[in-house]
DNA sequence: CTCGTATATGCGCTTATTTGAATAATAAAG
DNA sequence: CTTTATTATTCAAATAAGCGCATATACGAG
């Protein structure tokens, strides 16, 4: 899959939808729906932060149309919208551990 | 290639990489990079940007590993260090337009 | 209608990020 | 050493992000 160079306004599409993947919470609550979906008190536990934290970085994810919502009365399951985030992910992460790809300011927490 | 749930360090890690394409910018410049390797007077003219613009943005992805330069006289010449950048990037953009992926302020610019 | 659980949001604050303009550093040439 | 071309950095200002805390909203039970 070979795509061409992208214009202006689809690389501001793409910088905007990484920007899903600049937190780690997020990154965190993705590859937790990415297991199976959670409710938000569930992401709330198992991360062990703030329900308010919690939600405002779903609100993100929803908004960019990463995660879907399902309602069941009162609590609310997330899930992925899209695996091939995962799949992404998965790459970044190979070319972390490959690489020497470290910020300056992360080498000292090694 | 199925990767387990990162840790929080790990997710860290990932999020300060991902960090790379928040920018539309930088982007541009990699997906540049992709076709072949540019020296920055190049991605300048390319990219219709002031100098000092493109050489900060490729000092961020120099720091994070992401471009590899070569120097002959006075002109660095930049180049990917690792080309599966541009295999999760296209990922992203399959999901982009595929998707309903919009950030919502983003909408009326379609 | 009232209460309790689950989720979302508003506010103020702090910290990061991006940018243009100007300036510095680097290296080759004369 | 001075000049010129190329690339890097500093500065100050503007904008945006993330956070905790408190509060609001939504739903269902009784």
Known sequence: MLL???T??????????CYAF???TRILI???LNEHPHNVTELTLQLGAPQ???SRHLK??????????TRRGVT???ELADLRLIEALDIL??????????????????
């Not at 993100?60 to 919502?69: F, K, M, Y």
Request: aromatic share 4%.
């Open 4 to 6: 061409q160079t992208p």
């Open 8 to 17: 202006q306004e689809v690389s501001q599409l793409e910088a905007n939808l």
């Open 22 to 24: 600049v937190d780690s």
């Open 30 to 32: 993705l590859y937790a």
């Open 52 to 54: 308010s934290k919690i």
């Open 60 to 69: 993100v994810l929803r908004d960019l149309g990463l995660v879907r919502t």
């Open 76 to 78: 609310i399951t997330y």
């Open 93 to 110: 992460r190979g070319i972390l551990r490959d690489g020497i790809n470290l910020k300056a300011n992360l080498i000292a927490e090694l």
